[in-house]
Structure formats: structure tokens, C-alpha cells
């Protein structure tokens, strides 16, 4: 089993829909939760940072974290064609000195016009 | 302000070339820096990590090698390269608990 699960997709949505991406994971030590978006032959860039559990919003993005479920999802509201992209979660346990993180395989996003 | 470069941004080579991929940070000091693979359509995939100058820590065996020469400075090389060393290569560095990315270089070994 791996340690972060992440479906996929691909998860087609037309635009203005609301988009929900999820992860789950086992290791019950993790604390730190990112996600990542990854344009097409672009390097991932850190979407959303969040710190143990609850929720944490910023504009159309919402990052929330259950811990007592291992699950972690990114809601996106009024989804825009310029959100196609794939959505990496990742996660750490703060990992002292290395400062390893753990991914998800990502799901690719397409919002259609 | 930090920033991370990396180069070049595609490659081809043929197979049994040697590779030398190169990742720069400004804005900091003693980084934890990270070298990733991404096949198509897959995740990433972690290669090495240093914490420090002459430090690399190796998490898969395979055909590539890496090297810290300076405080900012990671390599990622290869004496004979294979096509399964085809994919997208990420450098990134560490900010608190995070990493952020580079732009990547795209390899094909042809």
C-alpha cells in the first residue's frame, strides 16, 4: 500500500463547476499538507500549505485536512479553464533534516468551456 | 527574493551519452536541495537529497549520480545513459516544511 493515494483522473468538469480533489493517506504522523499545481511541461508550484487539521482558504481555493480520517482534499470554486492542470498532494511528518516530502500521483484537471 | 534555475530545459540524447543537468538557487544559503524524476504521466519521483556542501543521500539505485560542489549549486549526472532515463528532471529546494520547484529539464534518450 502505498503511503499517499490519489486517483488519477483524468476529472473533466464543465466551467463554473466546483472541483473536488482528494488524497488519503496512512502514516498517521504526517502534519504538513501541500498541494501543487502542475501546468503541462512546467515544474509543480505550491498551491495551497496547510498545518495539522482544519481548513484554510485562499481566493477560489479551499485546502481541508482530517487527520482522524487520513484525508486531505482541495476544493476549487468557479473552476476556470486556466485550472486544467494536475493537482499534486504531498505530505511530511516534519521530517527534520531532510525535509522529505511524500506525493501523491496527482489528478489531472480539465475544465471545459 | 528566492529563486531556482535550472538548465537546460530539454535535452536529447542518444543512449550511452554521458549527462551533466545543473540546478542553481539564489536568495539563500544552505539549502536542502532535491533532485526528482517525473516519467509521463506519472508522479514524482525522488532521486537524491543533500543537506548540505560534499552531502547526498541516494533514495533509489540507478544509473544517475549526483553532486553538491557548492552551497547552491546540485548536479544530476550520468556516465552512460539509458532510455529509461527519459522523463522530466525537477530540482527544488526546501522552504520550512514545503519545497519549491523548478522550471525542469525535459530529457529524451533516444
Known amino acids: 500500500q502505498k503511503e499517499v493515494e490519489q486517483d488519477p483522473g483524468p476529472l473533466s468538469v464543465p466551467e463554473g463547476a466546483i472541483v473536488s480533489l482528494n488524497c488519503t493517506y496512512s502514516?498517521?504522523?504526517?502534519?504538513?499538507f501541500m498541494w501543487y499545481r502542475q501546468y503541462s511541461r512546467k515544474g509543480p508550484e505550491l498551491l495551497m500549505y496547510?498545518?495539522?487539521?482544519g481548513n484554510k482558504e485562499d481566493g477560489r481555493f479551499t485546502a481541508q485536512v482530517d487527520k482522524s480520517s487520513k484525508y486531505i482534499s482541495l476544493f476549487i470554486r468557479d473552476s476556470q479553464p486556466s485550472d486544467s492542470a494536475t493537482y499534486l498532494c504531498?505530505?511530511?511528518?516534519?521530517?527534520?533534516?531532510?525535509?522529505?516530502?511524500?506525493f501523491g500521483q496527482g489528478t489531472t484537471l480539465q475544465v471545459k468551456p | 527574493s528566492q529563486t531556482i534555475h535550472q538548465w537546460p530545459a530539454t535535452l536529447v540524447q542518444p543512449v550511452g551519452s554521458p549527462l551533466s543537468l545543473e540546478c542553481t538557487v539564489e536568495?539563500?544559503?544552505?539549502?536542502?536541495l532535491y533532485w526528482y524524476r517525473q516519467a509521463a504521466g506519472r508522479g514524482l519521483q525522488l532521486l537524491f537529497y543533500?543537506?548540505?556542501?560534499?552531502?547526498i543521500s541516494s533514495e533509489v539505485p540507478q544509473n544517475l549520480s549526483a553532486s553538491r560542489p557548492q552551497d547552491r549549486q546540485f548536479i544530476l549526472s550520468s556516465k552512460k545513459l539509458l532510455l529509461s532515463d527519459s522523463g522530466f528532471y525537477l530540482c527544488?529546494?526546501?522552504?520550512?516544511?514545503?519545497?519549491?520547484f523548478g522550471p525542469g529539464t525535459r530529457l529524451l534518450v533516444l
Open positions: 527544488a529546494w526546501r522552504v520550512v516544511e514545503t519545497q519549491y
Open positions: 502514516n498517521s504522523a504526517f502534519q504538513y
Open positions: 496547510t498545518y495539522s487539521s
Open positions: 504531498a505530505m511530511s511528518a516534519g521530517s527534520g533534516n531532510t525535509g522529505k516530502l511524500i
Open positions: 536568495g539563500t544559503s544552505n539549502p536542502n
Open positions: 543533500s543537506v548540505g556542501i560534499g552531502q
